[in-house]
């Protein structure tokens, strides 16, 4: 499933700023047939400033980054300006950097790519696990090499601008470490959750002011109230603790992501209406589901 090819490109309408959750999976894609409303793919979303050719802001390079690479590709041949665009990298685990060596730019020379990652003591760190990742001998050849993407490092609570936009990491708790974001793009805030579990304090109060006032707030839901208790310490949360947070923070609207690959369409329904009925502002985030934001508020699309 991909999503409808993106309008956000030159000649689209101007003025706005639109998400495309291009993948909302956790853990390891699914391409079962009872997957085919919420989406198999692991999680991959992008950020772009409506109708004037601005590049896109990527989160994540999961199994979804191979549709999003073909439509960037596309967009490159059909516009002849090679792609641009920067990726943030919440951490390093398989689900989200699975995409990474089917994304279609990375193997254009003529792109224009900047990685970043917060894990490690430097952007070698994450360089240097991607690139054994994406090559032999676990991948044919490698395709990070032929477009040399530029690496960078980011640290919770420092914020530097990528696309156009203002980001700040937020620091998360999961095995191994994760970054959330801030992404401040003038027409509101959208922040970014996942990996996460709920549960330090420090970490917690840290999120809890990250997300204050942003309109929309992805969420790490891998778990309803009951599979959490037979998943503590595996690094995920729950729609209720970030239905409960994005309620006391002011968040506009709340998409829940992560889901696991176990879970088909009929389960993600009743979960999103469980979400749904405590947090109205709230829903399960699908792939191919795209929103824009103007104005501080995010509108469905
Ligand atoms: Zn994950
Ligand atoms: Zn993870």
Redesign the pocket.
Known sequence: MSPAADPSGPGASSGGVRLTVWGAG??APTGRAGRARFGGDT?CFEIRRDGCGSPPLIVDLGSAARDLGRTLKAEALATGRPTEAEILLSHL?L??IIGAPFFAPFYDPASRIRIRCGLGEDSGFARDTLMAFAGPPIFPIQPIHMSEPAWDMFRPGETFEAAGFQVTPIALNHPGGCCGFRIETGEGAICVI??HEHGDPAIDAGVAEAVEGAAVMLYDAAYDDADYERHRGWGHSTWSVGGALAARAGVGLTLFH?HPPELDDAALDLREADARAAYPRARLARQGMSLRLADGRAELL
Do not use: A
Request: proline content about 0%; aromatic content about 0%; charged content about 20%.
């Open positions: 956790g853990s999680v685990h689900d989200h996942g990996d992560h």
